[in-house]
Structures are given as C-alpha cells and as structure tokens.
C-alpha cells in the first residue's frame, strides 16, 4: 500500500473543470511548468475542492523546524484536517501519494502538533485527522484524488 496504512476512508476524484482550470493557469507559462510552480498549481486546486466542499481554510505553508503543513482546514463536521498536497506531472513514476513515506507522515504529525500548540485551542474542533489530495496535471487538466484518513 503506497501509504504503508490502508485509508480507513473513502477516496475521491475530481477532474477540474476547464473555467477552473483557467483560472489556476492565469498567468502560468505554458505547459512547461517548473517542480514550484506546479506544486503551487496542485496546492490551489487542492484548495478550491476543499472550499467547494464549504471547507474552511485555517492556514497554508505553515512551516517550523520539523516541516511545512501545506494545507490546514477545518471540515463542516468541525473537524481539523492537516492535508498533504502531492502534485506530477503523470504517474509513470509511481503515484503521487507513494511520496508520503513513513518518515514524511511523521513529519507532518509533529508539524500538526506544534500548530495544534500554537492555535489549536482557538479554534472548536472535535477531533483531528490526516488527509492527503494527489493532483496530476496533464493535458491542460487537473486530476484531484482526496484520500480521507490516508494516515
């Protein structure tokens, strides 16, 4: 399992639609994007499925001396979300989640637990989870996967 955890639940794809699609590529220079710039582009799809699900966007690129949450969400359910973005170009070497290793996931956790510390306490909530969201860009489309629960 690319997650060394089998997800407990479900997993969601989305294709974005090309309005939207336009609207993360405003100003991106052509298909040629670099490894920043298509990341930057996977993150804000990320986003958008998030805000279209009425998610609430907390913080984003929060970082510390353990790493970088890339994105902080809280659900309608009240629960905080901590989700892993993970964006490529096409699947030939591997899928994008195979990247969330062992050693990353517990980089995030420990990265969760210093922004649970610092605003966790401000916020209602009742419960945390980890989630991550693979995008692949390809063909002038943007390919979402939400994998819920993924560790």
Known sequence: M???RRPTGRRVRRRIPSD????????????RLDARRLGELGELAARLWLHDQ?????????RCRYGELD??????????????V?????TLQGSPQEAVHTSKQSNIRRTATLWLQRYGRR???VGIRFDVITCVVHDGAVEL????EAF
Do not use: Y
Not at 54 to 62: E, F, H, R
Not at 71 to 84: D, N
Not at 145 to 148: A, D, G, T
């Open 2 to 4: 690319p997650l060394h």
């Open 54 to 62: 009425s998610w609430i966007i907390l913080d984003a690129n929060w």
């Open 123 to 125: 916020i209602s909530h």
């Open 145 to 148: 996967q939400h994998i819920v």
């Open 20 to 31: 939207d699609l336009g609207r993360l590529q405003a100003g991106a220079p052509g298909p």
């Open 86 to 90: 993970k964006t490529r170009r096409s």
């Open 71 to 84: 994105i902080v969400a809280l659900t309608r359910h009240h629960s905080i979300v901590f989700v892993e």
